[in-house]
């Protein structure tokens, strides 16, 4: 392949980042713009300058750059990496600890070889945190929601997918048997996935997958060592923001964003401001936090009282004491804390707030009654 086909195929993958920057900032985030106005004018908020982004420009334009340079870095390891010679001479990123003690006057076949295993792997993942990155920034860009963060979330995924990957990689090789564990094979069996030749066949692919959810990659590798375990307190619950109904993947990552990890975070979030710094609907993001506060008060029970059609804590203090004695009789609630609960949300006047500015946010039609009548006689 000719070099300026290579440079061509490289400005075609990486001119998207700074056209989606341009696009977004000179088209949509106008309407963003009106959006925010329109919640400060009905919210009556004495000093909007607390949520608006100082100097937009300069740091969408600093994000961009970041991400672009990367890009640049890492598509021109897939077109030149081999013509540059980088495998030729052997380096710790791509060697490892497998290259320690060799001759490269005696041992260059083996060295080329291992390092263009992990040449492959480490642009596997970039490629699979390329992919990711590029349909969040769509994702991002049609909810008017692309700001700097997003793109700086991309380069340090890129970035740490990489190196991740390169981890695996050197770890398949010093302990072939690692990978046929990842497969659930707790006794690999023979000429299976134990090898150098096989491990570099299997972990183009496992790299790939890694860019793409580099923190599940990351999880099963401190799970394999007991001294990395987090040890977990039997008296907390564990309440991942997969428990809240409508969150994706892309909606999970924008809010941990915003420093939002878990249930607890969501359910005792100051509202307000999260309403300026997210893309999302006032009704949206308030079902979200009801939705929190109830897996918060319920944990895994929260199950049975979908069941029943309750999806938030608003829904469960409109039931008298009679409606909760039958929800006792087909759930794994008592009564006690059923009743203990709506006793300590009835209390709770925040989340009558939320509802009240759910109603006024949310309201974009004033209907009228006589315009509609008049409307139907014609």
């Not at 340090?156 to 398949?172: E, K």
């Not at 299976?192 to 183009?204: D, E, G, K």
């Amino acid at each position: 392949m000719e070099i300026a086909t290579k440079i061509s195929i490289l400005i075609a993958f990486v001119i998207f980042i700074p056209i989606s920057a341009a696009c977004y900032f000179y088209s949509r985030n106008t309407q963003r713009q009106t959006e925010v106005q329109r919640y400060l004018k009905i919210l009556k908020i004495k000093n909007p300058d607390l949520f608006q982004h100082q100097h937009p420009k300069l740091s969408l334009s600093v994000a961009v750059f970041f991400v672009t340079l990367l890009s640049v870095c890492f598509w021109g390891l897939i077109l030149f990496g081999e013509d540059s010679g980088i495998t030729k001479s052997a380096n710790y990123l791509l060697g490892g600890a497998s290259i320690i003690g060799l001759d490269p006057a005696n041992n260059l076949d083996k060295i080329i070889q291992y390092q263009s295993g992990a040449l492959l792997t480490l642009t596997m993942a970039f490629l699979g945190a390329y992919l990711w990155g590029m349909q969040n920034i769509a994702r991002r860009y049609s909810m008017n929601d692309l700001i700097p963060a997003a793109y700086y979330n991309v380069g340090v995924r890129m970035i740490f997918s990489c190196i991740l990957a390169l981890v695996f990689y050197h770890l398949s090789n010093i302990t072939p048997d690692i990978l046929s564990s990842m497969f659930g094979n707790s006794e690999p069996e023979p000429n299976q996935l134990n090898t150098s030749s096989s491990s570099q066949m299997v972990m183009p692919v496992i790299a790939f997958l890694i860019g793409l959810f580099p923190q599940r990659g990351l999880k099963w590798l401190t799970e394999k060592f007991s001294m990395f375990t987090q040890q977990s307190n039997p008296s907390v619950r564990d309440l991942p923001l997969e428990m809240i109904e409508g969150i994706n993947m892309y909606d999970r990552v924008r809010l941990q964003e915003l420093g939002i990890d878990s249930c607890y975070d969501l359910a005792n979030t100051d509202y307000i401001p999260y309403l300026f710094k997210s893309p999302y609907t006032p009704r949206i993001l308030i079902n979200w936090i009801l939705q929190a506060k109830l897996c918060v008060y319920f944990g895994e029970h929260v199950k049975d009282l979908r069941e029943h059609g309750i999806h938030t804590v608003w829904q469960l203090k409109n039931y008298d004491e009679t409606a909760l004695k039958e929800l006792v009789k087909t759930t794994s609630l008592t009564e006690d804390t059923l009743m203990i609960v709506r006793r300590q949300i009835c209390e709770d006047s925040e989340i009558e707030r939320l509802i009240e500015a759910q109603l006024k946010l949310s309201q974009y039609w004033n209907k009228q009654s006589d315009e509609v009548d008049i409307f139907v006689k014609q």
